[in-house]
């Protein structure tokens, strides 16, 4: 993603680059500076194990595990599910697939079979097409991931008859959520994070996102799975020593930040509005935002990003002419409503 002029720290821009640039809550910082540690590399971190505990059982899981990003959750998933040589089926705008920097690549000798995502999801048909296409000179698929939500198509949640019809086209093959927003996806359906990930092998979410945690994210999975898991996490350099000082505001983010977040997705809402307004021909209908991501195309990304920015309002791009407005915790009615009036002069 491009990254706009980035401002000093309680500057007074309205920062809608992304939700990961919130910051964590006074109650956070409590929990942070009281926590109780211990070394995780031998399992001795309390508030890392709580953490981990915690997560597991939100998301029906048998074991969990606390690693510094979203990526290495995604890159661990990958190393221990797939082996090298294979094909990872994911939709092809997937953080996976775009934003890692090739790193299922480089980390884990897979190939990325990319599909269709247009609507957010991916077809069970084009995963049945592709395990067939193994028994015609193709290579062989080895695990099937998908978003949820789907950041590139506006933060769309994947429906539970979606999540079940691609893990039954995957047949055996291991499934990977990449559940970076899973609770935007729980607030906005009202399905539990639980039955999101029960057909699933792996699911992780990240808490330095909307839920306003400074660092980390957590993978979950079946036992013998996780224990790989904490294998391939010290390959990857994460595994982390007195890290309870950092998983106390995990812990925060999930008991107090998960149901704000349907504040976010009523404000970009009210974004989309004020977007499709001003370019109708934007491609951003304001009924299609479930969650908290306004996406939508314009001939100069740089003058509207400008334009934006001397109004004091920070937004950025994914991709070429696409821009993104992310709502979250750090930005209140005031902010949103600069925001619109800046949106109604832009060029
Ligand atoms: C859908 C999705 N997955 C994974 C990630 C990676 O998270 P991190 O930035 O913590 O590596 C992101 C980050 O924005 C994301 O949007």
């Given at each position: 993603?491009?990254p706009?002029?980035a401002?000093t ?30 070394d995780?590399g031998?399992?001795d971190?309390?508030?890392v194990?709580?953490l981990?505990?915690t ?7 048998p074991?969990a ?19 090298p040589g294979r ?19 480089a980390?884990?000798?897979?190939q ?17 097409w ?28 994947w ?8 893990v ?18 729980e ?10 990930a029960?057909p ?7 808490l330095s ?12 999975g ?8 904490r294998?391939?996490?010290?390959r990857?350099?994460?595994?982390m020593r ?14 107090t ?44 990304t740089?003058?509207v ?6 109004e ?11 821009l ?24």
């Amino acid at each position: 993603m491009a990254p706009a002029t980035a401002p000093t720290g309680g500057s007074g821009f309205v920062d809608l680059r992304s939700d990961t640039v919130t910051r964590p809550t006074p109650e956070m910082r409590r929990a942070m500076a009281e926590a109780e540690v211990g070394d995780d590399g031998y399992g001795d971190d309390p508030t890392v194990n709580k953490l981990e505990e915690t997560y597991a059982q939100r998301v029906g899981k048998p074991a969990a595990m606390y690693v510094p990003s979203g990526t290495m959750a995604n890159q661990v998933a990958l190393r221990v599910l797939c082996p090298p040589g294979r094909l990872a089926i994911a939709g092809r705008r997937q953080h996976v697939v775009i934003y890692e920097a090739a790193a299922v690549a480089a980390n884990a000798g897979i190939q990325i079979h990319p599909v269709d995502d247009t609507d957010g999801t991916i077809a069970a048909a084009d995963i049945t097409w592709a395990i067939e296409a193994a028994s015609h000179h193709y290579p062989e698929p080895g695990i099937v991931c998908i978003e949820q939500t789907h950041m590139p198509s506006g933060g769309v949640p994947w429906s539970l008859d979606a999540v079940e019809a691609v893990v039954a086209a995957a047949g055996g093959l291991p499934v990977h959520m990449d559940g970076a927003r899973l609770f935007n996806a729980e607030v906005v359906t009202g399905v539990d994070a639980a039955r999101f990930a029960a057909p699933v092998t792996t699911v992780m979410s990240c808490l330095s996102k909307g839920l306003c945690a400074p660092v980390g994210s957590v993978l979950a999975g079946p036992a013998d799975v996780m224990e790989q898991a904490r294998v391939e996490r010290l390959r990857l350099g994460g595994a982390m020593r007195q890290a309870g000082v950092i998983a106390a505001a995990g812990l925060v983010a999930l008991s107090t930040m998960v149901d704000r977040l349907a504040e976010d997705h009523l404000r970009a809402r009210r974004l989309a509005r004020a977007v499709a307004d001003r370019w109708p021909e934007a491609g951003c209908d304001p009924d299609s935002v479930p969650t908290n991501m306004v996406i939508f195309t314009h001939r100069s990304t740089d003058a509207v990003i400008d334009h934006l920015h001397g109004e004091g309002i920070l937004a950025g791009t994914i991709a070429p002419g696409v821009l993104r407005l992310v709502t979250h915790h750090d930005v209140d009615d005031a902010g949103l409503e600069r925001a619109v009036k800046a949106l109604a002069s832009a060029p």
